[in-house]
């Protein structure tokens, strides 16, 4: 392998404090920090996500488009929900310290911690993490788009849909009081029966990296 990385540079870095670098905080137990390259500028194709959570806390259904992922947990535990795209199922992996899941690239996943004082590590095999979340697929797709292709109501889906902040990467948000007592293996019933039979292979998007330009995520 030939690398492209001068290591004789003054410039070059061979450390980094992730702890300088959260890439999102719901509270003091919920939080993400992340490197990359640009933190860390002789990485090559790695990157990692260093992820605290409380129990009950998800990150949120999401997939990356450059990456494959490895969760790895820390302390704690967790549930990590894969939907195969080719199976059309949902299967639900729970990790303990020592246990990891592996995420192919670009499969719709999300973790849910089980226990307080969670703490996973997700590996990456790209210089910097792309990200396509689940709330900013269904803040940013137009309602009237939504609801035309759907055979919704546009009014009911944009009242359903209006407590949703796009970037929301840990849920619940920290003004929700509304808990459910429906678990992943339930909602796997409920919704995804119809995928039993496979129809079609999902696209995948490209957006923007962990690293975004949009207002609502500083």
């Not at 993400?32 to 605290?52: A, F, K, M, P, R």
């Not at 944009?158 to 920290?174: L, V």
Request: with cysteine.
């Amino acid at each position: 392998m030939v690398s492209n990385v001068d290591y004789t540079s003054p410039s070059a870095q061979f450390s980094f404090d992730l702890n300088n670098n959260t890439l999102f905080k719901k509270d003091n137990q919920n939080f993400i920090n992340l490197l990359g390259i640009n933190q860390l500028n002789t990485l090559e194709n790695v990157s990692l996500l260093d992820i605290y959570l409380s129990k009950n806390n998800v990150v949120e259904p999401h997939y990356h488009q450059n990456a494959a992922e490895l969760v790895y947990c820390i302390s704690g535990a967790a549930t990590v929900s894969i939907l195969n795209p080719y199976t059309k199922k949902i299967k639900n992996y729970p990790i303990k310290p020592g246990q990891v899941a592996n995420v192919p690239q670009g499969w719709w996943h999300y973790e849910e911690a089980t226990v307080n004082d969670t703490h996973l590590l997700a590996i990456f095999d790209a210089p910097t993490p792309e990200v396509i979340l689940g709330s900013d697929i269904i803040k940013l797709t137009p309602a009237n788009i939504m609801a035309k292709t759907y055979c919704m109501d546009e009014k009911e889906w944009k009242k359903a849909i209006s407590p949703i902040t796009p970037g929301t990467y840990i849920g619940p948000p920290k003004n929700c009081t509304k808990r459910t007592k429906t678990t992943s293996n339930q909602y796997a019933d409920q919704y995804m029966n119809y995928y039993n039979t496979p129809r079609y292979n999902i696209p995948t998007y490209y957006w923007y990296p962990y690293q975004h330009a949009l207002p609502y995520y500083y």
